[in-house]
């Protein structure tokens, strides 16, 4: 009878997903409301979680509650140490969620909501969520081994060496993107610039309150800070309109971008607890905080999406970002749908928390889940906007023209109406002076945000909902951006340290001075590149990002079937065997398309071959030809970044494949690295209380 | 019912922000240490320790 009742639930909520799919797909009317979306996601997680993810921790992984952790068995009271589930799953999540979910699907968003959408619910659970779930599975039997050090054992030195190097370039170019998304966001606008310089100081205080003040108060100072935040917020309305502070907050973005690679410099030099770590703090709440707060918004309004399902510029014409639907909306949406920075996280960190075996499933695979959720919260933030309103936001100027007037004759003419009236209506309602070609997504972002917030808490708030939000992205954007030069600095210390031991010491003063800024200079090239690029830098940059976390993606499910297989398991490989063809599929027809295609705004090599006609022929106007020489050695160079990765991506594929067949023939193989069965003796209430 | 939630939920936070890390410290070190000469760390020296090796790794992402 309970078996008949829970399949008769379990059918219903079939119905209904596919109902809310379908009725997504096929809607072609004026608009759609956007509780189909959040339905659609709700049952196709579900189901995905009830009987795909069991099915992998039962039978594919053989997960096994008997089997003592990490956690328990190496318990030193600090990092390793047996948490309780719930707990895990927020330590896992606040570090897997970053600005990546919230940007990729706004992007997306030019070819209409449906390939993004399908693509994050679909994406996330055959791809995504398996890939950390497995990840955490591995790591954790290998003593919470990260990913590097797991390919390092299971294929060899090859496969250990092209993950480390991978994570170190993708840390590089995701870094350089978010920098260039912060600069968009606070170009000109001394609201926003005052209230992201704010969080500096207020993280310091934040941080010499919990280290000195009052020692070990976390929660008792993360309060103040967030009450301080949320003043500044406010405040930054005060600073606009004063008539000389207005002023030392009004900057062009190169200056802003120069500010930002001194902030990095100087968060990765100094003790954590001064700057990183209160910074952190108060950048999880706000998060956290924000994504309920959109959550209830959306569900209690039922806002109507406007952007149709499919828009013409799948052809590849978009003014976002060039590239044809498949495969950019692919490489476009990393994060959301599967991303493979996740892997670090799930290896290494989560594992030495882990109390239990059959824990694996909910984080690991729940916590993708949660993440592909706020990815669909994005994109319907992003698609409430008029379409017109939308495409006006995120084109560059030098895509739609640099004056109003024709870019909204220009964005008009694609059929998507808007008017210099409505976006100047909308600017000043927002507290901004205009939002023409505010790039990078998290300006449209914010504006779709304030308006869910404002129809929900009252309009007359929406400057500040605004700002709110912008502040809210910048603040995570810096954290990983302040966190990834610190990390991206011990790697490399690491590295040089087997050249020269004295540069591994990490607290060596010149060591992290030297370290840091090469880390600096890197991401700060790729920033500055960015900002004077007329084209908004972007569009550049963030399909670079796509691959690079695609490919980390791949590796760590190479890693995932390599230990599959040699655990006689080949008839389970497919798995995540399946991922993996299609990321290698997408990521190398990216890439492909990214090298060789005539089109300027998507071939490297056709961009700059472009520029330099354009340039020996004297027809580009002077600004431009200013820069159009370090334009023209970027496309070069991204074009041999992207060569590399690919290249990169390929040897790990098949040195995969020389492993796995190796084994499967009886040759000899590097053996399975797992910890031995040691019996659990953690008493369950104990640990779940 | 609805306080005992909000205890647990209230006790999540805590552990989640690690407001009560020094606490725990103070249990792992009676379930483990007792034994030993050494006193358990003040609270500011744990803390301080605390902090610092929480970002030896992989912290945040994209």
């Given at each position: 009878m ?6 008769l639930?379990?059918l ?8 809310a ?18 339905t ?12 795909y993810?069991?099915w ?63 693509w ?31 390919a390092?054992d ?7 060496t ?6 170190f370039?993708?840390?590089?170019i ?17 609201w ?23 020692p ?20 930054g ?6 008539p ?10 190169l ?7 001194a ?8 003790p954590?607890?001064?700057?990183l ?25 039922q ?5 149709p ?17 498949f ?20 290896s290494?960190?989560?594992p030495?928390?882990?109390?239990n075996?059959?824990d694996?499933?909910?984080?690991g ?22 379409p ?6 995120n084109s ?23 008017s ?17 070609a505010r790039?990078?997504?998290?300006p ?15 309009q007359?708030m ?8 912008i502040?809210f992205?910048?603040i995570?954007i ?10 991206g ?11 020269w031991?004295?540069?591994?010491e990490?607290?060596w ?34 399909p ?13 499910l190479?890693v ?57 022929s004297?027809?580009?106007?002077p ?19 992207t060569?590399?990765?690919?290249s990169?991506?390929?040897l790990?594929v ?6 796995c ?21 953690l ?7 | ?28 070190y ?12 003040s ?7 605390w ?7 992989i912290?945040?992402?994209?």
């Amino acid at each position: 009878m309970k078996n008949l009742q829970q399949t008769l639930i379990w059918l219903t909520i079939a119905i209904i997903g596919a109902a809310a799919v379908g009725g997504i797909a096929l809607q072609r009317g004026e608009s759609i409301n956007a509780l189909w979306f959040v339905t659609a996601a709700l049952c196709v997680y579900a189901i995905a979680f009830r009987f795909y993810a069991a099915w992998i921790a039962a039978t594919v992984l053989e997960v096994d509650p008997s089997r003592a952790t990490p956690a328990e068995r190496l318990d030193n009271g600090h990092d390793f140490t047996p948490t309780h589930k719930w707990i895990v799953f927020g330590h896992h999540f606040a570090a897997i969620a970053g600005p990546g979910p919230l940007v990729g699907p706004t992007l997306a968003a030019q070819f209409g909501y449906l390939p993004g959408t399908l693509w994050i619910l679909f994406g996330s659970v055959l791809g995504g969520c398996v890939q950390d779930m497995v990840t955490l599975f591995m790591s954790t039997r290998r003593d919470a081994k990260s990913l590097g050090q797991m390919a390092r054992d299971e294929l060899g030195a090859l496969g250990g060496t092209a993950a480390l190097i991978a994570t170190f370039t993708i840390m590089i170019i995701l870094i350089s993107v978010l920098g260039l998304i912060v600069v968009n966001a606070m170009k000109h606008s001394p609201w926003a610039t005052f209230t992201v310089s704010a969080t500096i100081p207020i993280a310091i205080i934040v941080g010499f309150y919990m280290r000195y003040f009052r020692p070990g108060q976390v929660l008792e100072a993360s309060a103040i800070g967030v009450a301080l935040l949320l003043l500044s917020v406010v405040g930054g309305s005060w600073i606009d309109q004063h008539p000389v502070l207005h002023g030392w907050f009004d900057h062009e973005g190169l200056t802003l971008a120069w500010w930002i690679m001194a902030y990095g410099f100087a968060a990765a030099i100094l003790p954590v607890w001064m700057l990183l770590a209160p910074r952190d703090y108060l950048s999880t709440y706000m998060k956290l905080g924000t994504i309920t707060l959109l959550a209830v918004a959306i569900i209690v309004l039922q806002p109507s999406v406007k952007m149709p399902a499919i828009t013409q510029f799948i052809d590849g014409t978009g003014p976002i970002f060039g590239g044809k639907l498949f495969p950019f909306v692919f490489i476009t949406i990393a994060c959301g749908a599967i991303s493979g920075f996740h892997s670090l996280v799930a290896s290494g960190t989560t594992p030495k928390l882990l109390s239990n075996e059959r824990d694996i499933r909910t984080i690991g695979y729940g916590g993708m889940l949660l993440e592909s959720f706020v990815a669909i919260m994005a994109m319907i933030a992003a698609t409430v906007l008029d379409p017109g309103v939308f495409f006006a936001i995120n084109s560059s100027a030098g895509v739609v023209g640099k004056e109003a007037a024709d870019a909204v004759a220009k964005i008009s003419s694609w059929g998507f109406p808007v008017s210099v009236g409505q976006m100047q209506d909308l600017a000043t309602a927002m507290g901004e002076t205009t939002l023409f070609a505010r790039t990078g997504g998290a300006p449209s972002l914010a504006v779709g945000m304030a308006s869910i917030f404002g129809s929900a808490f009252g309009q007359g708030m929406l400057a500040v909902w605004y700002h709110f939000a912008i502040m809210f992205e910048a603040i995570f954007i810096l954290t990983t951006l302040d966190a990834g030069t610190r990390v991206g600095r011990f790697m490399l210390q690491d590295m040089l340290g087997n050249i020269w031991p004295k540069m591994g010491e990490t607290s060596w003063t010149p060591s992290a001075v030297i370290t840091s800024a090469i880390v600096v200079a890197g991401w700060g090239y790729f920033l500055y590149i960015g900002v004077i690029d007329p084209n908004g830098g972007v569009n550049i940059l963030w399909p670079l990002f796509g691959i690079a976390n695609q490919m980390l993606a791949a590796i760590a499910l190479c890693v995932s079937t390599t230990i599959l297989v040699k655990s006689d398991k080949l008839r389970y490989a497919w798995v995540t065997g399946l991922p993996l063809t299609w990321l290698v599929i997408i990521t190398s027809t990216a890439a492909w398309q990214k090298l060789t295609s005539a089109d300027v705004r998507i071939g490297f090599f056709a961009g700059a071959n472009d520029l330099s006609a354009k340039l020996a022929s004297n027809s580009l106007p002077p600004e431009k030809a200013q820069h159009a020489p370090q334009l023209i050695f970027n496309l070069h160079l991204d074009a041999y970044i992207t060569l590399a990765f690919v290249s990169l991506l390929w040897l790990i594929v098949f040195d995969m494949l020389r492993v796995c067949s190796r084994y499967v023939s009886g040759k000899s193989v590097p053996p399975l690295s797992e910890s031995p069965h040691i019996p659990s003796r953690l008493v369950e209430d104990w640990v779940r209380d | 019912m609805l306080l005992s939630k909000l205890k647990i939920f209230w006790r999540g936070v805590r552990q989640l922000s690690g407001d009560d890390a020094y606490e725990r410290y103070l249990r792992h070190y009676a379930q483990h240490h007792a034994d030993t000469d050494t006193p358990p760390l003040s609270k500011a020296e744990f803390f301080k320790q605390w902090q610092d090796g929480l970002w030896q790794g992989i912290r945040r992402c994209c």
